[in-house]
């Protein structure tokens, strides 16, 4: 086994890091991953592709797993929290499958998919099996008193 004197060594890594900038985001290396759609802040301009994105995809992922009407119902998209559960999915998938990734990409999938299977049907619960079925919206409107709101906030409650 040869020995290097740390001189050396500083020297050289020295050279190798001088023209490294942290700062620098460019590389030679593609980006993995698929686009990230923020369902809250998507702009009409954006909505159509981003949306038959999703569809496409939710549509081969239901027949490819054999995921039930029960989970994953015709009127998916009509239930946001299904839509933004789905979305998560369809990302990770396009990421773990991007022809970068170094090989784990599809096992860490299918261990996010073991994961999000069971939250799918806790947050559907197979309520439009025969027709779809309107989830009453939550409203915060004039549910806070902003009185107390405004007492509560001024304190840190730590103890």
């Known amino acids: 086994m040869s020995r290097y004197d740390p001189e050396d060594v500083d020297a050289l890594l020295a050279q190798e890091l001088s023209g490294f900038d942290p ?15 923020s369902w ?10 981003r949306w038959q994105a999703l569809r496409e995809w939710v549509e081969w992922f239901t027949v490819r797993y054999t995921v039930p009407i029960s989970i994953v119902p015709d009127c998916w998209w009509r239930h946001g929290h299904l839509v933004e559960e789905l979305s998560a999915l ?7 499958f ?18 999000a299977l069971p939250r799918l049907n806790r947050a559907y619960g197979g309520g439009c099996n025969n027709g779809h079925k309107p989830t009453r919206p939550r ?3 004039g549910t806070t008193n902003e009185q107390e709101w405004e007492t509560w906030t ?4 730590a103890h």
């Open 40 to 49: 809250r802040d998507l702009t009409d301009e954006e909505a159509a592709e």
């Open 23 to 37: 700062h620098s985001r460019t590389g030679t290396s593609a980006l993995i991953g698929g686009t990230v759609t």
């Open 90 to 96: 369809h990302t990770a998938h396009v990421t773990a």
């Open 139 to 141: 409203s915060w409107a």
């Open 154 to 157: 001024t304190q840190a409650h």
């Open 98 to 115: 991007d022809p970068a990734d170094s090989g784990f990409g599809p096992i860490g999938w299918h261990e996010r998919l073991t994961i």
